[in-house]
């Protein structure tokens, strides 16, 4: 059974980095095809894809964010580690990450609870 | 970018009404498109894969069609446990997704 988690601060400064951790099991980041990403949904808003890391470390970002974000992934702790610079209010959003199935033709089949971000002074 | 276009933004409905969601992409995308559906507070689950694939647990009277530039989602007979607002995504290149479609009770 695939899970994934995701967690990190709930409110940050605008200017501040942004650290968020997804903690996954039932998979692992070493198997070839392997994948997972990172989506946000502002409050009321629709989903925005932010970015995907492969097995091989293939990493693809949104073109509109990449300046501000970096994909990293920790085989050993199960982690996908994602980090976005300079935040800024129009940031608070809900983040989730997302596994992208092999066999449903990398869609994400399975996703976090996600986790609710707010930038505020 | 790959631009989704969802109509209609927002649908009132009825139990037991057949209901279709169109998506519309800025360039032909094959059949790279699923579907989702959102319920408030939740996480998106997949209901379609590759335009038409009927993702695992998903009730039967959800079905996918289309290929190239358009597509649609259809509910055959809504039901109280499908009110909720639902994507599209396109995976040919740069992921993105579409606006919503929100689907509420008439």
């Known amino acids: 059974q695939i899970t994934l988690k995701e967690s990190g601060p709930t409110l940050v400064k605008p200017t501040q980095t942004l650290t968020l951790t997804c903690t996954f099991s039932g998979f692992s980041l070493s198997t070839s095809g392997v994948g997972v990403g990172w989506i946000r949904q502002p409050p009321g808003k629709a989903l925005e894809w932010l970015a995907l890391?492969?097995?091989?470390?293939?990493?693809r970002y949104s073109p509109s964010l990449k300046s501000r974000l970096t994909i990293t992934k920790d085989t050993s702790k199960n982690q996908v580690v994602l980090t976005m610079t300079n935040m800024d209010p129009v940031d608070t959003a809900t983040y989730y990450c997302a596994h992208p199935g092999i066999a449903v033709g990398r869609a994400f089949d399975i996703w976090g609870q996600g986790t609710m971000v707010t930038v505020s002074s | 970018d790959i631009q989704m276009t969802q109509s209609p933004s927002s649908l009132s409905a009825s139990v037991g009404d057949r209901v279709t969601i169109t998506c519309r992409a800025s360039?032909?995308?094959?059949?790279?498109l699923n579907w989702y559906q959102q319920k408030p507070g939740k996480a998106p689950k997949l209901l379609i894969y590759a335009a038409s694939s009927l993702q695992s647990g998903v009730p039967s009277r959800f079905s996918g069609s289309g290929s190239g530039t358009d597509f649609t989602l259809t509910i055959s007979s809504l039901q109280p446990e499908d009110f909720a607002t639902y994507y599209c995504q396109q995976s040919y290149s740069t992921i993105t997704f579409g606006q919503g479609t929100r689907l509420e009770i008439k």
């Open positions: 360039q032909s995308i094959s059949s790279y």
């Open positions: 890391i492969y097995w091989d470390d293939d990493k």
